[in-house]
């Protein structure tokens, strides 16, 4: 996803993969459950020339009136019946917060997979259906950012040992780390090792530590020219075949593709965020097409 903007606010539900994108260049990380929105002046997209396989649904809507620049308050179309006051509240959330990834409960994610169907079958019953869910989702997702934005208690030692040994592991991918290594580096059980890892990193530790991997590898792709097989060591890899087939499920291209097209890439993604694309909901509307096109090609293969 290049960087761009769209005339109108986004909401986005991640129900499968761990993406990393950026609003203004300023990354998060998304994990299964979690919801991102974004305001019409903010720039948006991945940090990664390709992320790995995800799901992901998307609503965009108009609001009351265009906001090419930023602004300190919103207003949404009369039809969704907010009042000033909620208007007010609403604002003060979604303008007010420099974050725009966060977890969304199991209820308001279940509103946004009835109102994608509901919208996917436009009659005239299921479109005052989708206005109501969309109020209650835009509600939800305010309520998700003031409970969560409430300062959280400090991390447990042990939480502490574990944060520190994921920031350091980046240092040691080289290594040939097992579960039972990790969380004896730790000094915690296994089971407690993977909980306190996937929600301090938002991956579960084999997950985590393949992404340093790979991460790894694409910059020494994108940035030396040593050899493949000094890099799949390097990288912790084992061979050169599992490192072949790890780029081909993240990165759909090898390694030595990566290589060839990252430069013409990275200035694609670096210039996007210099001017990034304006979106309207009509072109969107045409991507929508195109990607369910590519999908269904790509599940036919």
């Known amino acids: 996803m290049h960087p761009h903007r769209n005339t109108g606010m986004e909401i986005v539900l991640v129900e499968q ?4 994108w950026a609003v203004d260049n300023r990354p998060e990380v998304l994990t299964p459950g979690s919801v991102f929105f974004t305001l019409p002046w903010q720039a948006h997209g ?5 992320e ?5 649904y998307y609503i965009l809507f108009e609001l009351a009136k265009p906001y090419p620049t930023p602004s ?4 949404f179309p009369h039809k969704f019946g907010f009042s000033l006051k909620e208007e007010k509240m609403l604002s003060r959330l979604f303008c007010g917060t420099t974050r725009h990834a966060w977890a969304l409960s199991a209820t308001a994610q279940q509103i946004f997979a009835d109102l ?3 919208l996917d079958s436009p009659t005239p019953l299921n479109t005052s259906t989708s206005m109501a869910l969309l109020r209650c989702l835009i509600l939800e997702v305010a309520l ?7 300062p959280q208690m400090r991390d447990s030692y042990t939480a502490a040992c574990v944060r520190r040994f994921l920031q350091q592991l980046n240092g040691r991918i080289d290594e040939d780390w097992t579960l039972g290594q990790m969380a ?7 089971t407690q090792f993977a909980k306190l890892c996937q929600t301090i990193s938002g991956y579960s530790p084999v997950t985590y ?9 694409c910059e020494l792709l994108r940035e030396t020219t040593r050899s493949i097989t000094d890099i799949t060591y390097t990288c912790g890899y084992g061979s050169t075949q599992y490192l072949a087939a790890s780029f081909k499920k993240t990165a759909r291209m090898s390694p030595s593709d990566y290589r060839k097209l990252s430069p013409q890439l990275e200035a694609i993604l670096s210039a996007g965020w210099e001017k990034p694309e304006s979106r309207t909901r009509e072109e969107e509307q045409v991507r929508r097409q195109l990607l369910h096109s590519v999908a269904h090609k790509s599940a036919k293969q």
Request: one cysteine or more; charged letters at 35%.
């Open 46 to 50: 991945s940090l990664f020339l390709r």
């Open 184 to 190: 004896e580096e730790c000094g915690v059980k296994r």
């Open 17 to 20: 993969g761990h993406l990393e």
């Open 52 to 56: 790995p396989k995800n799901r992901i």
């Open 209 to 217: 530590l393949s992404r340093l991997r790979f991460e790894k590898a």
């Open 116 to 118: 994608i169907r509901l």
């Open 72 to 75: 300190t308050s919103i207003r």
């Open 144 to 150: 998700s950012i003031e409970s969560q934005s409430k």
